[in-house]
Every structure is written in structure tokens, then in C-alpha cells.
């Protein structure tokens, strides 16, 4: 009984020191098309069972919950039914062999608890020739409190400022992505030639207060006119030069502010709509499902049922919104789930004001020196479109001081691309093309 005993004792111990080896972050890497895609589980102990996350780095996706995470005799299976996506791996040492499953797919996959660090050779580090100040500032008109950096140059007088207004998406001061921190970058390399930067956390993100998930871009305009008003009122700040930059969705919320506030001494969009934004989501969807290798017929396909979506949604009533889109799901022969899920994306506040939003009258309203930049291979934010309508739009308004750039070769995160397509960000060690900072930072120089 003695000896039984002691055996239960040690099979337990077995078991306890095995949980513990199998709980951590493990780290990994699916070779998908050719391009490499990490992946990162999370396990830890719940009780007697475990449970995990899973983070896709380089699709900018973190904490995904896994529904299954089981841990049996050095086996570990997590799986994701709502994903139709599943591991399962042998632990041995420290490392977990195994196949990675999602769909049709199979892939052999290895973990390690050894972390995978990208190369970021432009990422700045410390110390800087520069100043540096953590700062926050007030959105009084929704109780939001924003916190950011400002940088500023040494031994300059009378030196513009930048805000720097991020993207779709909860973004933090650096708009860190997939291992990329733009904002940084920008930042650093515009205070080191004279230039002031003001960068801040999304409400919601980091340090910054709020909900970001219920917020539209006209909330986010609010913040960014937060932003400038803080700005206003400090002493070391000439407030006649003050200048808006906004990237992507930001390049949306830069003209919004400049058009009401005169006092803004210019703007910048890096990849920035100038068409109405159901127009720039069905050119997106256009142009990554046509480089991915979709058959013609069923891009043209889905292109028209989303047009059909995105035209009920700028021309009728929004009390009526949900009855067309069932009235037309129908129509299309389309299930009740899918025009469930339909309904919903529009129910969204955030991306009813984005569907929604018209640059053309706004862009109409903006009279500071502007620069528009975007790139021939952005599957974004198609740059030929988008750049022809903000120059069109602009001068419609009598606006003169205008400056387009189309970057040859670059993505949407202005980044010296192969493809332009998402896919390929992580794997592009550059973080951003210096001849786009310089373009930036000669602009500035020439109007301020």
C-alpha cells in the first residue's frame, strides 16, 4: 500500500511539473505561399484544464481565445471551432512538433518558448538628441483623457509642430504594428531636423482613457482637436504652426478638423481616402482579391453584392437600413445568418460614419497648404484613385497650395513592397521609406 501510494505521489508530481512546462507563450512560424506567418499560443493553467490565446503577429492579431485546449500524456491539442482551425503537438525538451490545421490546410509547425525578434533597423533608440515629454491632454466634450509624447528639437526657435493622427484601428502613439513602430520613426526623424511632434495614444489604448470601440472618426476628430488646443495653450509652442498628419483613416480625420479650424497652418495624408469610403472599400476588395489570384468572375461577384450593401446604406433612411438589406440578402438568395451578419457590420457606429463619409466637401472646405502622399502599390488605399479625387476636390474649393506625391513601389504603410499586399508588412524589415520622410520633412521646411 506503501509503495502504491508513493506512486500516485510521484505520477502526480510528473503531472504537475508537466503542466507546468506546457504553460508559457510558445512561439512559431507556418510557412504559407512561400511568406512565413507567426503564431504565438499562450497556455496557462485553469484549475485542473488549461486554457489559451493565440496571437497572429503578422496579421496584427492578438488574444484570440481558443475555444479547446487540452493537455494529455505530453500531448497538446487547442483548437478554435468557430475558426475551424486546430493544433495538435507532441511536447519533447522544449520544443512541441506538430500540425497546424485550419480549413483544408495542413501544416507542419514547431514551438519554442524562444521569442522570435524581427529585425526594425529604423526603430530609434535612446538616448535622443532631442527632448522628450510624456504628456496628456483633455477631449472635455466626451471626459476622454488622451496621453502622448511630444518631442521637440534643442536649441531651435520658433520651431512647426506635427500631430500625428493614426490609422483604422485601436493604434497606441507609435501605431505599432507587426513589429513596426511608424510613428515613431516619423517622429524621431522630424524632431532630429527641427520639427516638434505631437503622438498620442488612441482613446481606449495604452494610457489613454475612453472606449475605442464605440467611438466613430468624428469622435476621434474631437480628440485630435484636443490635441491642438493643448498645443495652443503652451508657451514653447508657436501656435500659428501648427500642422495635422494622419495616416490612413487618419488622413480622413486631418482634413475634418483642418476644414473648421482655420487656424491650422497645414496638413498631411500619408495614404488618405479623397472618394467616399463605400467607393474606397470595393476598390480595396478589388485589388487584394484580384492579387491574391481570385477568379475574375467571383471578385466581380462579390464586388457587386457589397456595392449593392454599401448604395442601401448611402441612400436610404438609417431607420430602414435593416428592412432593405433583407429585402436585398433576399433578393440574392443570401441566408438569414449571412444578412444577420450584414445588419450588424452596419449597426457598428464606427463603421456606419465611415461607410458613410464623404471627403469631397470636406476637402472642399480646407484652405491650408496641404500634401497628399500615397503609393502605386497600396491595396488599401488605391493611390491613383485617391490622390486624382483629393487634387479634384481641393481645387474645386479654390485651394492652390496643394502637393501630390505617388511613391513608386511603395505600400500603405510606405514600406518598398513586392506585392502591396497585407501579408507582406511583417515580412519588410523597413518600417518606412526614408524618401518619404525626407519628401515630409523638405514640405515642412518649404511652407514653414
Known amino acids: 500500500m506503501k509503495n502504491l501510494l508513493l506512486s500516485f505521489t510521484f505520477l502526480l508530481i510528473c503531472f504537475s511539473v508537466k503542466s507546468q512546462e506546457v504553460t508559457g507563450s510558445w512561439y ?22 488549461f486554457k489559451s490565446t493565440m496571437d497572429s503577429p503578422d496579421q496584427g492579431a492578438k488574444g484570440i481565445p481558443m475555444g479547446n485546449t487540452i493537455f494529455t500524456h505530453d500531448t497538446l491539442e487547442i483548437s478554435a471551432p468557430n475558426l475551424m482551425m486546430k ?24 514551438l519554442t518558448q524562444k521569442e522570435t525578434k524581427l529585425n526594425r533597423p529604423q526603430t530609434p533608440t535612446k538616448p535622443y538628441p532631442y527632448m522628450e515629454e510624456e504628456i496628456t491632454f483633455e477631449n472635455t466634450n466626451d471626459t476622454v483623457t488622451l496621453a502622448g509624447t511630444l518631442t521637440k528639437p534643442k536649441n531651435v526657435k520658433n520651431f512647426p509642430t506635427v500631430i500625428l493622427i493614426s490609422g483604422s484601428g485601436p493604434q497606441n502613439r507609435n501605431e505599432e504594428l507587426m513589429g513596426h513602430q511608424p510613428f515613431l520613426v516619423l517622429a524621431d526623424y522630424l524632431t532630429r531636423n527641427g520639427i516638434a511632434v505631437l503622438r498620442y495614444d488612441d482613446r481606449g489604448v495604452g494610457v489613454s482613457t475612453g ?24 508657451k514653447d ?70 456595392k449593392g450593401f454599401y448604395d442601401i446604406v448611402n441612400t436610404v433612411d438609417k431607420s430602414q437600413i435593416n ?11 443570401m441566408s438569414n445568418i449571412e444578412i444577420t451578419q450584414q445588419i450588424e457590420s452596419v449597426s457598428d457606429r464606427w463603421f456606419y460614419s465611415f461607410i458613410t463619409y464623404d471627403p469631397k466637401e ?32 481641393l481645387a ?23 506585392t ?29
Open 28 to 49: 512559431g512560424s507556418l510557412e504559407v505561399q512561400g511568406q512565413k506567418l507567426r503564431i504565438v499560443f499562450h497556455v496557462e493553467e485553469e484549475g485542473a484544464n
Open 87 to 110: 493544433f495538435t503537438g507532441v511536447l519533447n525538451n522544449e520544443e512541441i512538433k506538430g500540425t497546424f490545421q485550419q480549413g483544408g490546410l495542413q501544416l507542419p509547425l514547431r
Open 211 to 234: 472606449r475605442f470601440d464605440t467611438s466613430t472618426i468624428y469622435d476621434f476628430a474631437e480628440d485630435t482637436k484636443a490635441a491642438v488646443n493643448y498645443l495652443k495653450n503652451r
Open 237 to 306: 509652442i508657436d501656435k500659428n504652426k501648427i500642422i495635422l498628419l494622419g495616416h490612413s483613416e487618419g488622413g480622413m480625420v486631418a482634413p475634418l478638423v483642418a476644414s473648421k479650424d482655420k487656424t491650422i497652418a497645414g496638413i498631411i495624408t500619408l495614404a488618405g481616402p479623397g472618394e467616399r469610403l463605400d467607393k474606397v472599400l470595393l476598390q480595396q476588395q478589388k485589388d487584394i482579391y484580384s492579387r491574391s489570384g481570385m477568379p475574375k468572375a467571383t471578385v466581380d461577384s462579390i464586388i457587386s453584392l457589397n
Open 323 to 333: 428592412k432593405e438589406f433583407l429585402k436585398y440578402g433576399q433578393s440574392k438568395s
Open 362 to 393: 470636406i476637402l472642399q472646405q480646407v484652405s491650408c497648404p496641404v500634401l497628399a502622399i500615397n503609393g502605386s502599390k497600396d491595396m488599401q488605399v488605391n493611390g491613383d484613385q485617391n490622390l486624382t479625387a483629393i487634387k479634384n476636390n
Open 396 to 418: 474645386q474649393g479654390g485651394n492652390k497650395n496643394v502637393t501630390i506625391k505617388e511613391m513608386e513601389g511603395l505600400n500603405h504603410l510606405f514600406q518598398k513592397a513586392v
Open 420 to 448: 502591396g499586399m497585407p501579408n507582406e508588412y511583417a515580412q519588410i524589415e523597413e518600417t518606412m521609406s526614408p524618401e518619404v520622410l525626407e519628401i515630409i520633412k523638405n514640405w515642412i521646411d518649404l511652407n514653414f
